[in-house]
Every structure is written in C-alpha cells, then in structure tokens.
C-alpha cells in the first residue's frame, strides 16, 4: 500500500504536500463559510459562483496548462505557481483581519485561485511521474490521493475551530505560511535536470496544442473517463454547497461545518487507501464507485437528522475518493508520456471545468428547493455517469450478458459474435476485469492509438478473435466440470 514512501524524492514530497493540503483545506472550508454567513445571508449561489470562478479557468486555459507542464521543467513551474498561491492567501487573510473584505473581494481572489491552479494542477500530478518508476505511478498516484484526503481529516476541523476562536482572517494566514513546506519538499528532491534534447522529446507534438485533443478523442476509453468524471465534477461534488446548507439546516454553525468535511474525509482516506493497494487502475471500479456515489447521496438527502447525515457522508467520501484516484491512475498509467501534461490538463478541466456549471445550479436548487434537493441533483449524475460507462461496455465493446444455467446458475459476459451454446469456438469471455498491463500490452502511440487490444496485424484494423486452444476431442468432460476457458 506504501511502497511508494520508499523512494526519496517521493517521500519528501508526500510529507511536503501533506502539510500543504492540511493548510488548502483550512482555506477552502473558511472561504466557503465566509461567503455563506459572513459576507451574504446564507446566500447559496453566491458559493456557487465562487466555486465557478475557482474552477472555471482550469477548463478556459487548458491547452496553454498543459503545454506548460510538458514543456518546461516541471519542478521551477511549481515553484512559480506555490509561491503565487502563498501570496494570495495572505493578501486575502489580511483583507479579513483588517475586516475590510468584500464578496467582490472574494470573487477576484477565486478568480485568481484559479488562473494559478490552472497551471499548477496539470504539472504537480506530472512531476510524480518523475519521482517514480512507471510501474510505482499507480501506487504513487493512489497515495497522492490518499495525502489530499488525510488533510481533509484535519484541515475542515481545525478551520471551524480557528474560525470560532481568532476569525476566518487567520486561517487564510495560517495556509499561506503552510506552503513553506512544499517550497522547502521542492528544494531537497534531487532528481537529474533534464536536458533539451529530454524536454524536446518529451513534446514530439508539443508545438501543436492541439496534441491532447487529438490523443484524448482516438483513445475511446479516456473518452468515457472524461464524461464520467465530467457529471461527477459539475453535478455531484459540490461538497462545500452540500456541507455548508445542510449545516444551516440543522441549525449548526462553524465548528460542525468543519466536522462535516472532516467526516466526509474519512470515506475519501479509506477509498484512496484501497485503491493504493490494487495493482493497476481498472475502468470497472471507475464505473461501480459512480454507481456508488450515485447511491450514497441519495441516501444523504434522506437523513433526518445532523448526526446520520454526517455519518452517511462516509460512504459518500469512499465512493468520490475511490472513482477519482482510480480515473486519476488510470489517466496517468496508460497516456504516452510525451502528452502526459496535456492529457492530465484536459483530465483536470474536464473534472474542475464542470464546476462552473454545476456548482450555481447546486446553489440555485438548494436556495429554490432546499440542500435535499442539491443532493438529489447529485444522485441522478453520480447514476447517470455509471450508466455511461455501462453503456461503453456493452455497446461500444459490443458485449452481451447471458444466464448460463448449470449446477451453479451464473451471469456470463462475453462478445456478441459468441454462439448461444457457450462452447468456446475461438474467442474469449469478456471478464471486464483484466489488468492494465493485459488490456494494454505495449505503450500506445501518439499518432494512431485504439484502447483495444489488437491480434495481429488486421487488413480492416479491428480487434480479431483471440484464438484459444480447442478441447480435445478424446478426453470427455466429467458432468458438472466447469467450463475451462483461457
């Protein structure tokens, strides 16, 4: 599960952005807070459009991210980018302590939140890549993740406490000083400087932005990733509208605010975790934990009370964590390194560049109908995203289910050009389980790319049947034997 910490530079880098992620958290619970009870009257909408101007640009700016993250040393981008991020957390904390602070305020500091994490998100998922081994990315990416969620144990609760104790000023104070510590983490990792001719390969197409695009749309199975996470992002992980209304709801104030995103937090530690220990990412669990999430807000909104609404949350953090950390891997696992960047930046704008569009339908529904309401609007995208990934499976992979009945009466999912009688005749049943390394054989290039394993050099291009080593015809089967398949 950890077998990434024992790699150095990663090491250092995990601790460095746990300690910066407990300060990110602080500030986005306190931001939240102060827009809702502070600035507006438990204005709703006003949440949603600055989680919109948050997240917007991260989709406007997308080809000149990504461009960024694979074109230049992706450790100096961090430094620029870490080092904006501090100063305009302590531009805005100071503005609360000297309680001159205005929503317009809070909107130009969102704006600019974004515009910086719109460069610094693509190239910091990037640099794990260069800290770690391809065959450790997963794990690494697992546990990036798992880092991200364990500051969400701590940050959300202390925000409440700093928040009712000294005010919301100091906790933005308090995060920019939190950044130090990845500043320092990216001053002791020590990794070879790459050299031009490195940087160049590593952008083959980078003179054209439109390469990402290019490579996102041949790969059908990043395409269906991209859609799921896109209903996830805009219409389902509107945590800060959910947790704050609902808080209001119950008659709670700061502090179980805080211990709301907190509790949310253990689901997403423990998905994050789980994922860590699974050897490669697999598209299943992409779709089972949408289905997932799909059905834990929906029993959210159904809690009549504080206390089990906060503990139903656990189920929902497991369900996001699982789906995120999983796509997040399995982006990252199987693009070419050379549009790497590229990719991870449309990954992130697609998941953070819904934001603008679901985060002020949330706020308008909770402000219209109620937050119950919101987190219906949850559970109808969280089903909806695993319904398309259900259609991919059996339409775009031209997959059919079958009750084979027997001793033991049991669903089988195999192609469509299988017979009815079961009998392998040359192709082979699809267990929607197999491995990356299976599924993908070889790298996929840039140029011509298919998310289906190909045998053998085929006239028309498409994936042939798998031949399998027919039975012999001397050596009966003993009735009720299982089938044996390859």
């Not at 040393?73 to 805005?92: E, G, H, P």
């Not at 939190?178 to 083959?204: D, K, N, T």
């Not at 929902?316 to 070419?336: K, R």
Request: hydrophobic share 50%; net charge positive.
């Amino acid at each position: 599960m950890f077998r990434s910490l024992s790699i150095r530079n990663y090491r250092i880098w995990f601790f460095g952005a746990l300690v910066s992620n407990i300060g990110a958290w602080m500030q986005a619970t306190a931001q939240n807070w102060v827009v809702l009870t502070e600035l507006t009257d438990n204005d709703a909408t006003a949440v949603g459009i600055t989680m919109a101007l948050q997240f917007g640009p991260q989709l406007l700016l997308v080809p000149l991210s990504g461009a960024v993250a694979d074109r230049f040393d992706r450790r100096k981008v961090l430094f620029i980018t870490q080092s904006l991020l501090m100063t305009l957390a302590c531009a805005l904390g100071l503005l609360l302590v000297l309680g001159t602070a205005e929503l317009w305020h809070l909107y130009l500091f969102a704006l600019g939140l974004g515009i910086v994490n719109a460069f610094d998100t693509p190239s910091r998922q990037a640099f794990v890549s260069d800290l770690v081994d391809q065959s450790e990315l997963s794990n690494a990416v697992a546990l990036n993740s798992a880092s991200f969620n364990s500051a969400r144990l701590v940050g959300p609760a202390v925000a409440g406490l700093l928040i009712a104790g000294v005010g919301s000023g100091w906790v933005f104070i308090i995060n920019s000083a939190s950044f130090v510590a990845m500043l320092l983490a990216l001053s002791a990792i020590r990794i070879q400087p790459e050299s031009r001719a490195a940087v160049g390969a590593r952008g083959v197409q980078g003179n054209q932005l439109v390469a990402g695009f290019k490579y996102v749309w041949m790969r059908k199975d990043l395409l269906v990733i991209f859609i799921i996470v896109f209903l996830v992002g805009a219409f389902a992980m509107n945590f800060p509208v959910y947790s704050s209304t609902m808080a209001v709801e119950f008659g709670r104030g700061a502090g179980e605010y805080g211990v709301l995103s907190s509790i949310l937090a253990i689901g997403s530690l423990s998905g994050a975790l789980l994922v860590a220990r699974r050897p490669a990412a697999r598209m299943r669990v992409v779709v089972l934990a949408a289905g997932g999430l799909g059905a834990a807000a929906l029993i959210s909104a159904l809690m009549p009370s504080f206390w089990t609404f906060a503990i139903s949350l656990v189920l929902l953090g497991y369900c996001t964590a699982t789906l995120l950390s999983t796509a997040n891997g399995f982006v990252q696992t199987t693009s070419d390194p050379a549009v790497r960047g590229r990719v991870l930046s449309l990954y992130f704008a697609v998941l953070m560049g819904g934001t603008p569009i679901g985060a002020p339908v949330a706020g308008a529904v909770a402000d219209r109908f109620g937050p119950r309401w919101a987190l219906g609007v949850a559970a109808i995208a969280g089903l909806l995203a695993c319904l398309v990934g259900v259609l991919w499976w059996f339409i775009g992979r031209d997959l059919r289910v079958r009750v084979r009945i027997g001793s033991a009466p049991h669903l089988v999912v195999s192609h469509a050009g299988r017979p009815e009688g079961g009998e392998p005749t040359g192709t082979q049943d699809e267990t929607l389980t197999a491995p990356i390394d299976v599924l993908r054989r070889q790298p996929i290039p840039v140029g011509e790319v298919d998310s289906v394993p190909q045998n053998g050099p085929l006239s028309d291009g498409m994936t042939g049947p798998i031949p399998l080593p027919q039975r012999s015809e001397h050596r009966p089967e003993e009735p009720g034997a299982p089938d044996k398949k390859q």
